[in-house]
């Protein structure tokens, strides 16, 4: 089958760094996608790897190893906002039809 | 109007009844997906749709009907539902490419509740 693990609630205070960690068992690998979503909310794209190493985009990256299977969302300098819930998301073939994705962790930002 | 709509957004139905969830994206994609997120589960692809076609069905009880008139609009008709198909049905839609980036837009969902 296919499954993606991730830790199901982290919590840390503002202006920590997070990282929240996602490992895949997938049939095929096209590319890691990270989502957040707020509750009630839709889940919005936040970044995206197809090669190994890390993307950066504001204050939130996103690292990529294929060799392992694994992938993290680092959140730095944390804000209250950034309380939500966050999805990794394997595209598992190369034309955007199977995509899987991971339980989600919820993130908590203490004051 | 932008991005990627569903109405409505909440809905409450008996197991006799039929009902469709309709969902809109104003972005020019090729694909739309929809998929099902209930609690403590991970989101779960049920269709997707690419130029119009059905290209996948994840195992998804005939309960479920999907339609896709245009590549703009996309339909999940609901018939002889179960109590454990209550939950968050989200509509998504993405411009797909051989080698592309994988950014999904999602509709605010339709909360379902089955009684």
């Known amino acids: 089958g296919q499954s993606l693990e991730q830790p199901s609630e982290v919590t840390a205070v503002e202006g920590a760094i997070v990282q929240i960690n996602c490992t895949y068992q997938t049939s095929g690998f096209y590319g890691l996608s990270w989502y957040q979503q707020h509750d009630g909310g839709a889940p919005t794209f936040l970044s995206y790897n197809a090669l190994d190493g890390l993307e950066e985009t504001g204050r939130f990256s996103s690292f990529l190893s294929r060799s392992d299977s694994y992938g993290y969302l680092l959140l730095q300098e944390l804000q209250m906002k950034d309380s939500a819930s966050y999805f990794c998301a394997v595209r598992a073939d190369n034309y955007g039809q199977n995509f899987v994705f991971g339980p989600g962790t919820r993130l908590s930002v203490l004051p | 109007e932008t991005g990627v709509t569903q109405t409505p957004r909440h809905l409450v139905m008996g197991m006799t009844n039929k009902k469709s969830l309709k969902c809109e994206q104003h972005l020019g994609h090729n694909a739309m997906y929809w998929y099902k997120q209930s609690a403590k589960k991970p989101l779960e692809l049920m269709f997707v749709?690419?130029?119009?076609?059905?290209?996948e069905n994840n195992s998804v009880p005939s309960r479920f009907s999907p339609e896709c008139p245009n590549s703009s609009h996309l339909f999940l008709h609901l018939h002889t539902l179960q109590p454990e198909d209550s939950a968050l049905y989200l509509c998504?839609?993405?411009?797909?490419?051989?080698?592309?980036?994988?950014?999904?837009?999602f509709g605010p969902g339709t909360r379902l509740t089955v009684l």
């Open positions: 998504a839609s993405s411009q797909v490419l051989a080698g592309s980036t994988d950014t999904q837009y």
């Open positions: 749709y690419n130029f119009k076609e059905q290209t």
